[in-house]
T-cell receptor
Framework: DGGITQSPKYLFRKEGQNVTLSCEQN?????MYWYRQDPGQGLRLIYY???????QKGDIAEGYSVSREKKESFPLTVTSAQKNPTAFYLC??????????????FGDGTRLSIL | SQQGEEDPQALSIQEGENATMNCSYK?????LQWYRQNSGRGLVHLIL?????REKHSGRLRVTLDTSKKSSSLLITASRAADTASYFC?????????????FGSGTRLSIRP
């Protein structure tokens, strides 16, 4: 079955530590996204990538970093510079630019907490 | 930057009743999408309506779009317990060169048995 896999489901970060959230898709989508969701809130865009080896900052990129070395993978690193990282992180993918904004397909999220 | 705002923030209805949620947005759009999120899960795409469309149906879902009022509504008919979820609208801004959409803050729908 085609879809998006996020891992781990739960993650705990110690102060001063960087942690990396995994996102893999087998939908052959060009575009991938990372969102942050706080309790009772909507989604805020952290980073997005429209094509391999290219990515852009979203609305709340500070304290986060990404890479897009493969079409299937778009890992997110939450660095120690992100002072309030506790949130639900969602990864999504869609067909690339030039095809209209197609629906996004989401993974089931990673819940990050501070120890 | 938040483009869409859903109304109401929370809605509780009896099973079998219809549920209506509204979304207002600020700038011109290419299309508007509705998503559902079950508790602790990712979002699931429900329906996409383009700026030149006024109404769209999918099963028990009916979406309307009024570009003059910059608003959309999602109607779920004959609600079921499984419809309990949060519902989000997302807009594709007209002059955006990037393949990104902007989500609203959502409506939490509870269906009482």
């Amino acid at each position: 079955d085609g879809g998006i896999t996020q891992s781990p489901k739960y993650l705990f970060r110690k102060e001063g530590q960087n942690v990396t959230l995994s996102c893999e898709q087998n939908l052959n989508h060009d575009a991938m996204y990372w969102y942050r969701q706080d309790p009772g809130q909507g989604l805020r865009l952290i980073y997005y990538s429209q094509i391999v080896n290219d990515f852009q900052k979203g609305d709340i990129a500070e304290g986060y970093s990404v890479s897009r070395e493969k079409k299937e993978s778009f890992p997110l690193t939450v660095t120690s510079a992100q002072k309030n990282p506790t949130a639900f992180y969602l990864c999504a993918s869609s067909r690339g630019p030039g095809q209209g904004n197609q629906p996004q397909h989401f993974g089931d999220g990673t819940r990050l907490s501070i120890l | 930057s938040q483009q869409g705002e859903e109304d109401p923030q929370a809605l509780s209805i009896q099973e079998g009743e219809n549920a209506t949620m509204n979304c207002s947005y600020k700038t011109s759009i290419n299309n508007l999408q509705w998503y559902r999120q079950n508790s602790g899960r990712g979002l699931v795409h429900l329906i996409l309506i383009r700026s030149n469309e006024r109404e769209k149906h999918s099963g028990r879902l009916r979406v309307t779009l009024d570009t003059s009022k910059k608003s959309s509504s999602l109607l779920i008919t004959a609600s079921r317990a499984a419809d309990t979820a949060s519902y989000f609208c997302a807009t594709d801004p007209l002059y955006s060169s990037a393949s990104k959409i902007i989500f609203g803050s959502g409506t939490r729908l509870s269906i009482r048995p």
